[in-house]
């Protein structure tokens, strides 16, 4: 059972760095600050903390495919 209304905190592990998200769960709807943006998404059968997880790690998996890709054009410039 979700705890509605309760601001909660989840940990994920990338890149050998440790990053944070706070949620709350309220009307079935996930609200998450992850790295200073506020994201939703629906309540489903998974946990919201387990949900809030994949999205910190697909924003963190993106913030580094962007990274090196910028990175690959500085080089090449």
Same mark, same amino acid.
């Given at each position: *059972?979700?705890? /509605? !209304?309760? %601001?909660l $905190? &989840?940990? %994920?592990?990338?890149?050998?760095? !440790?990053? &944070?998200? $706070?949620?709350? %769960?309220? /009307?079935? =709807?996930?609200?998450?600050? =992850?790295?200073?943006r @506020? %994201?939703?998404?629906?309540l &489903?059968?998974?946990e919201?903390?387990? $949900?809030?997880?994949? *999205? @910190? &790690?697909?924003? @963190? @998996?993106? $913030? /580094?495919?962007? !990274?090196?890709q910028?990175? !690959?054009? *500085?080089? /090449?410039?």
């Amino acid at each position: *059972m979700e705890q /509605h !209304s309760q %601001v909660l $905190t &989840t940990e %994920v592990e990338f890149d050998g760095n !440790s990053y &944070t998200a $706070t949620y709350f %769960v309220e /009307h079935g =709807i996930i609200h998450a600050n =992850i790295d200073g943006r @506020l %994201v939703h998404a629906p309540l &489903t059968q998974e946990e919201a903390q387990r $949900t809030v997880q994949a *999205m @910190l &790690t697909g924003h @963190l @998996l993106q $913030t /580094h495919r962007k !990274s090196a890709q910028r990175d !690959s054009w *500085m080089d /090449h410039a």
